[in-house]
Nanobody, 123 residues
Framework: QVQLVESGGGLVQAAGSLRLSCADSGRTFSSYLIAWFRQAPGKDRELVAAITRSGGSTYSVSSVKGRFTISRDNAKNMVYLQMNSLIPEDTAVYSC????????????????WGQGTKVAASS
């Protein structure tokens, strides 16, 4: 089981950068695929990026390709989401999630969630 805690959200101007972190205090972190979902006000949750257990493969949604990078450090039980060139459309609550199976864009398939962190990019 994992216990996920996000940090790093905030308010930035458009074109700015933020790095989100997702930490786990457990012992089985490397057994889980980790993903970031986001939910903007009035919109459905959206899968943003995911990284496999070893970190060997990543996925990102087309709207963030070239701007966002997901990475992980299993020795530190950490996953990061580096977000560059932020635009107002990136404004949302970002949540770190985990599951043992392959990546899914259905948020209901992820049993483990952090509390979420707010990201806002102003124009």
């Amino acid at each position: 089981q994992v216990q996920l805690v996000e940090s790093g959200g905030g308010l930035v101007q458009a074109a700015g950068s933020l790095r989100l972190s997702c930490a786990d205090s457990g012992r089985t972190f490397s057994s889980y695929l980790i993903a970031w979902f986001r939910q903007a006000p009035g919109k459905d949750r959206e899968l943003v990026a995911a990284i496999t257990r070893s970190g060997g493969s990543t996925y990102s949604v087309s709207s963030v390709k070239g701007r966002f990078t997901i990475s992980r450090d299993n020795a530190k039980n950490m996953v990061y989401l580096q977000m560059n060139s932020l635009i107002p459309e990136d404004t949302a609550v970002y949540s770190c999630v985990a599951r043992t199976e392959v990546v899914s864009d259905n948020s209901d398939r992820y049993p483990y969630w952090g509390q979420g962190t707010k990201v806002a990019a102003s124009s």
